[in-house]
C-alpha cells in the first residue's frame, strides 16, 4: 500500500478498509489527526471515526450499491496538474 506518497493504487470494499488507507496517508505524511482535521475542514473526532472504520448509513450503503453492481472503489494519489491548465 505505501509509497512516498502514502498509497498506491488501492481497491477499498468497506468503511474498515477506507479507514485503514486514510490513516496511512496520514501517518506517511508525518501529519496527526488534528493537523489534517485543521486543513480538511472537519474535526478529529471524526476523524478518528473514520479511520476506525466506523461507517455511516451512507457509506454503508455505497458499498452495498458498489458490491451489488460488482464495482469496487479505488484510492490513489491524486494526479497533479501541469502549471497553466
Known amino acids: 500500500m505505501s509509497t512516498s506518497e ?3 493504487d488501492v481497491r477499498v470494499r468497506s468503511a474498515s478498509a477506507l479507514g485503514r488507507v486514510l490513516r496511512a496517508a496520514r501517518q506517511s505524511r508525518g501529519m496527526t489527526q ?3 482535521a ?3 475542514r472537519t474535526n478529529r473526532y471524526t476523524l478518528a471515526q ?3 472504520g466506523d461507517a455511516t448509513k451512507a457509506v454503508d450503503r455505497l458499498f452495498d450499491v458498489l458490491a451489488a453492481l460488482e464495482l469496487e472503489l479505488a484510492v490513489r494519489p491524486r494526479r497533479r496538474r501541469p502549471a497553466g491548465e
Do not use: F, T, W
Open 50 to 52: 473514520m479511520e476506525d
Open 6 to 8: 502514502g498509497i498506491d
Open 34 to 36: 488534528s493537523d489534517l
Open 38 to 40: 485543521e486543513i480538511s
